[in-house]
């Protein structure tokens, strides 16, 4: 009673109080649940197994079960004022509520000793109707809590149409194998939705009138006004309140729910910031260097959050930083099995450096594993290892790589010819390895060359100078020849003017 | 044991029974980044925590992977061997004017004299390279590769005593306790060879009897000890205690080693501290190193020009040019950092004396470095940096004359340069005024330098953090800004 006048007297407290005991509804519910189901059937246990119940038993069960959903189903009105419930189903499920503890009441009455037995035919009946009742309310309880659709969701397709549910969309999200081609919102976007806001913003549960699961409901916004503002991240709800501090009230997901990761996050702001378009693909889009390991970690199906990657870079090759799948691990660890150092570049990038810098026995035979790593491999580092030609046909098929060293090995220039399909190459480190002026030819046709080193190797001062007229400004090295060594071993060299 | 001792040890073990729940969680991390360090190919293990011990990868594609830091203690003079000043000349001997100092504070070694007369350098400065660069008669080899190197002018420090100095450089705090600049590199990257150390020291004196050096400086400070500067030396036995002593075998070593391992185990388990593992982790390693190490740091094998090339001091272990040449070695087995302190810049009195047998000390075999790892193609992605912890003032301490005179310490502008991966070439950063007092443009402080240093490393400084004693740390403190004009 006293519950009562504070409800009626402060009406910003009673909604507080009113959701406050609300919230034990669903702890409530299965009170009377339990103590029904086992009426029930000890109640059959009784007429048709050999069981030995004292009717009084049962009947104790039943004033329990009349008590339980009288009180569940206080709570339960009282939950149902903070909104947010598809109406029709909120409907059903009340009724069948109420219809439980009225039921329940009953049948208790009709077997009670102070009813005298006179109405004990309408007993079975009774029980029934209560039974039958409390599935009712259940299945509607939890079509309000978890969807309508979550029973059948992953149904078996005969099962479905049985339920009458509509057929199952074709494949829920088509995974990602080209990022750049990715739809940005039907392949990122939603999906994030999907896994972080459409449990409480979906058809039946509208959490603040808001619907979060199609573009025409985010579109539309909520009951307190547009969540998504194109264009401006900042100033849409649907970021800005996710960037609340968990403890606000008005954070989103509520605390205790899986809250968005950061490149979650990152790539819904992203998204949002160019425009909100709902058929854009990813490479239609401007892609800011701080976007692009969110973008490249959901390419191979990696865990969007394994990363936390930073803006910027220290180097401006744009090869670096491209989108390329993550490697085989099976193919890391062959390398890494022969005593080879297999590096990632940078967090939040696919790309590998590879090093035999503790294997100076790496041979041509091992030199067979590397193309397994052909999208991921940038930097190689052979050199001090005794390769020959032989590994350099394997070499040629690393497509992505920028770098590679190759000094004290034992290649000539027939195995260089085979670098000619190495687009990408800028760095190419032959110190000390049998190469004349005829592998330079080979050298002068690699596009992306910029430096080469050919220092202790067999090129005559006539092949570099014919080179560097070829690439004037690709960088070659051939070392510090004796005549300038001498000049600058000098003790004291006059250069002073 | 008496009846005291066993309750002291049911005690302790009551307590750290207690603990186990709460330490397990740290701990555990601990474990995860030394396997990780001890095996950084472990990257596909997405269980790897983020904020761990060992980050192990670059926060984004690096222009350097390695640096060779010639740290020159003691402060060398840039007034005479980088950052020529006329004006010093034209007014030698004549009273700094008071509207360039302002009152800003001295040591206590000068700041008691009645006069600050001006000194010139007593050397001749000319102009180098396709840059036309100023450089001291002092650096003729270093006269050879001014076309590689990026001079910053505009250094300035908040230190003007050498220890706070070189700890401020070293560790980005005045107060010693914080880790070195190499072992923050080696907790945030890791090592690319597990053989070898990822951060190595190696010390040399130019002089006797110049400021001293402290292990502090390669200290690891609060990071896992694992991250700790391993200081090697020239010689038959470069690290001590690493050769097996007569009468042991290396089968006998494993075995105990392993053994070893085994008590460790037990031991870890009972106190959960991850030092042990620390420790562990260095046994293991130190075993790695007694075939790496011999191996890396013999110069048997180094010919004749190579030696030339450094000076002929690179034929006596322990000197300065000696260990250059060691530092290419490390570097070839992909040492992540390594760093020489070359003692005996700290010149109060008869400078010019010594500045030129320090400058002679460190010249050729500074410029030989430069050069050698050019022909090696290793500069393409290593940074060779040169300087002290300060700079030196333009008025004399002590008594003026045309041939003698000294300089105090200076902390508000020095020169350092900078050669390789990721930085310009034959650029001269920054300007100090006329009297090479202050900084008139471009200022770069130490922290804007170290975040520079890290950003070509692939570290964004501000990421790269530890927690401790309930904060979290960064080599740059709360400071630092990337340098981008110097970026090549």
Known sequence: MTLWLLLQTTPDASVDWALFIGRFHPLLVHLPIGFLLAAGLLEAGRRWGSLSVERTTVGWLLLWSALGATVSCVAGYLLSLGGGYDTDILTEHQWQGIGVAVFSWLAWAVQADWTGQRLARLYLPLLTIALVLLGAAGHHGGSLTHGSDYLTQYAPQPIRTLAGAPDRPKSVVKPITDINQALVYAQIVDPILQSRCTQCHNAEKAKGGLRLDTPEQLKKGGEDGPVLLAGNSLKSAMVGRCLLPESDDDHMPPKGKPQLTESQLALLTWWIDQGASFDKRVADLPQPDKIRPALVSLAGNSPVDQEQPTAGSATSSPELTRPVPPANPQAVAALTKIGLLVLPLAAGHNQLEVSAVNTPTFSDAQAALLPALKDQLVWLKLGNTPITDASLTQIAQLSNLQKLHLEHTRITDTGLKSLASLPKLEYLNLYATDITDAGLTTIATLPALTSVYLWQTRVTPAGIAALQRTRPDLLISSGTDSRTLADFSKPEPTTTK | MSDLQNQLHDDVHDQLSRRTFLGQTSAGLGTIALASLLNPTGLFDASAPADGPVIGKPHFPP?????????????????????????????????????????????????????????????????????????????????????????????????????????????????????????????????????????????????????????????????????????????????????????????????????????????????????????????????????????????????????????????????????????????????????????????????????????????????????????????????????????????????????????????????????????????????????????????????????????????????????????????????GKVVKPLLA
């Open chain 2, 63 to 479: 222009k350097v992977k390695r640096v060779i830091y010639l740290f020159q203690s003691g402060a060398p003079s840039q007034l005479e061997l980088f950052d020529y000043k006329p004006k010093l000349e034209a007014m030698w001997g004549q009273d700094l004017p008071e509207s360039v100092r302002k009152g800003q504070r001295l040591t206590g070694m000068t700041a008691g004299q009645s006069r600050f007369p001006l000194a010139a350098s007593r050397y001749k400065f000319a102009q180098y390279g396709p840059g036309q660069m100023w450089l001291s008669e002092l650096l003729p080899h270093t006269q050879r590769i001014v076309g590689d190197l990026t001079f910053i002018r505009s250094m300035h420090t908040e230190a003007i005593n050498h220890d706070p100095a070189i700890t401020f450089f070293q560790t980005g705090s005045q107060q010693a306790g914080r880790p070195s600049f190499g072992s923050w590199v080696s907790y945030g990257l890791g090592s690319d060879n597990q053989n070898m150390p990822a951060f190595v020291v190696l010390l040399s004196k130019g002089r006797n009897g110049d400021q001293p050096l402290y292990a502090k400086l390669w200290s690891n400070g609060f990071l896992p000890s694992v991250h700790q500067g391993v200081v090697f030396r020239s010689g038959p036995d470069p690290v001590y205690y690493l050769n097996n002593p007569p009468g042991i075998d290396k089968t006998s070593r494993r075995r105990m080693l392993d053994y070893l391992g085994k008590l460790h185990q037990a031991q870890y388990k009972h106190v959960l501290d991850p030092e042990i593992n620390s420790r562990m982790a260095q046994y293991e390693m130190a075993y790695r190193m007694q075939t790496s190490v011999p191996e890396t740091m013999s110069l048997s094998k180094e010919p004749d020009y190579i030696f030339d090339m450094y000076g002929p001091e690179s034929r006596k272990p322990g000197t300065f040019a000696a260990n250059c040449l060691l530092a290419r070695k490390l570097i070839e087995k992909d040492v992540k950092f390594v760093q020489l302190y070359h003692q005996g810049w700290d010149q109060h009195n008869n400078l010019p004396n010594d500045v030129k047998i320090q400058a002679k000390s460190v010249d050729q075999a500074s410029a030989a470095l430069v050069l050698d790892l050019k022909q090696r193609g290793l500069l393409d992605d290593t940074l060779v940096i040169w300087g002290g912890e300060f700079g030196r003032g333009c008025y004399s301490q002590g008594k003026l004359t045309h041939d003698d005179y000294g300089r105090d310490h200076h902390p508000r502008a020095f020169t350092v340069w900078m050669a390789g991966a990721g930085v310009k070439k034959g650029l001269v950063y920054g300007q100090t005024d006329e009297f090479g007092y202050n900084v008139v443009k471009d200022p770069v402080h130490v922290h804007d330098f170290q975040a520079t240093v890290l950003h070509l490393m692939g570290i964004d400084h501000e990421k790269l953090t530890f927690k401790s004693q309930g904060r979290r740390y960064r080599l740059t403190d709360v400071h």
